[in-house]
């Protein structure tokens, strides 16, 4: 080695540290900030003082109260603390990592996405948001004209407008059943995909948790009932992913997208993007970069140069979501549910608009305040308040969407409920 090089080798390795460092240590230099966090979480405690403790960790502008997680997920302090870690190590040397150098990296993030899920990685795709998942697989699909695809009155337009603009113009119709707004049972829900499907359906399109007024839509019955007459089912889970237990495995659904910036708290522009075995050959990639030729998932995540530091970020949003449980959070969406629903069913004004029960709604319900417009409440609860939440007019609802996520404490509902009692008079 000629002495100019030693030279500029040492004063790279003197000027950051990090540079000539192996992917592993910088990870695990990265992922400080989490350890103390994670070691705090985990515990068995389920206390009030434990969510609060999760309630800490969550940083929101001064005065705001945050019962919109529903529109966009909060993430926790350690997760954006080292989110910017890996940013700045890819910044201290930014050819080195981008195409190869957190190869094994990115791996241990499909894996964590796979258990959390309960299918192979090799099912998993690394993608920005549930929108992309849409649209890769509506413009993935072979159909022909006269051909229908079922997609719900309820459905959100990332989920419907893809198979407007893929598929309608093929002349493939989109049939759109509607969907009870209150529904006493599963069953109401399958009855209503059942009279939707004719002889032409070739793909049931189906939102998991709407974002209309939070009803949960029974992924696993209408999958089974498409699957006996050769229907593909193809699932937005943008709502439903992170706040409650999902089995990929046992619902059977062909093909399911997610947005981690919603309910796994991730980084923004990070989804997930799941394809059981069986159903892959039907996709081909959105873009098509160097590495196409790739036959396994990994192809459809390949955009060359593209956000890893948020992939990673993600990666450490799993480790906190695993620190915590995925079945305490599950418990505790619905300890939340019922504590909201509870202390507001004695007020005549406030009219619940999310079905009861538990396999039909969870972490978001929406409530109308009779005889006040929904932009009003919105509008008071947040001048009055401090308290973000989205007003939803759509379907007669005029009624505020409340969000339940893991970072809102007890107390915090108490405030809601007080003020929503307030503004009802
Ligand atoms: C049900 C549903 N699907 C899809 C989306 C789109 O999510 P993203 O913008 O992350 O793609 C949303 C966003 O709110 C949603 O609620």
Not at 57 to 83: H, V
Not at 187 to 212: G, P, W
Not at 252 to 274: I, Q, R
Request: charged share 25%; proline share 4%; hydrophobic share 40%.
């Amino acid at each position: 080695m000629s002495d100019n090089r030693r030279k500029f080798l040492k004063t790279l390795s003197i000027g950051a540290a990090s540079a000539l460092a192996t992917p592993t240590q910088i990870w695990a230099q990265a992922a400080i900030p989490l350890r103390s966090a994670l070691t705090n979480l985990k515990t068995n405690a389920t206390s009030e003082a434990y969510w609060e403790t999760v309630q800490s960790q969550f940083r929101f502008a001064e005065g705001l109260t945050y019962f919109n997680n529903g529109s966009l997920g909060a993430c926790p302090k350690p997760i954006r603390e080292a989110t910017l870690n890996f940013r700045d190590t890819l910044d201290d040397f930014p050819s080195r990592y981008m195409w190869g150098g957190w190869k094994d990296e990115i791996e241990a993030v499909r894996q964590k996405t796979a258990k959390l899920f309960s299918v192979s990685e090799e099912e998993i795709a690394l993608i920005h948001n549930t929108t992309e998942g849409m649209n890769l697989i509506a413009s993935s699909m072979n159909l022909q004209a006269g051909d229908e695809v079922i997609s719900a009155d309820h459905e959100h337009t990332s989920a419907l407008n893809p198979w407007k603009y893929w598929q309608e113009s093929k002349g493939v119709t989109i049939v759109t059943p509607t969907l009870p707004l209150l529904p006493k049972s599963v069953d109401e829900i399958v009855a209503v995909y059942r009279k939707a499907i004719t002889s032409k359906t070739k793909v049931i399109s189906i939102c998991h948790l709407v974002n209309t007024n939070g009803m949960i839509l029974p992924i696993k019955e209408v999958t089974e009932m498409a699957h006996e007459k050769g229907i593909l089912v193809a699932v937005d889970g943008a709502q439903a992913t992170g706040m409650f237990t999902i089995d990929l495995r046992d619902m059977g659904c062909d093909f399911y997208t997610v947005s981690a910036h919603k309910w796994l708290f991730s980084p923004k522009g990070v989804g997930v993007f799941y394809a059981r075995q069986e159903s892959q050959h039907h996709l081909q990639p959105l873009v098509v970069a160097r590495g196409y030729e790739d036959t396994s998932i990994r192809r459809l995540e390949n955009y060359n140069t593209r956000n890893l530091p948020e992939v990673l970020g993600f990666g450490a949003a799993l480790d906190y979501r695993n620190a915590i449980g995925g079945q305490k959070i599950h418990d505790r969406t619905y300890e939340l549910k019922h504590y909201f629903r509870s202390k507001i069913e004695d007020n005549e004004k406030l009219v619940l608009k999310t079905p009861e029960l538990d396999s039909l709604s969870a972490g978001i319900q929406v409530v109308e305040v009779l005889g006040t417009d929904v932009k009003e409440v919105k509008n008071r609860l947040f001048d009055e308040y401090g308290i973000d939440c989205r007003p939803m007019s759509k379907f007669g609802l005029n009624a505020v969407r409340l969000s339940f996520a893991i970072f809102i404490t007890k107390k915090q509902v108490d405030t809601l409920v007080s003020a929503l009692a307030t503004i009802a008079g």
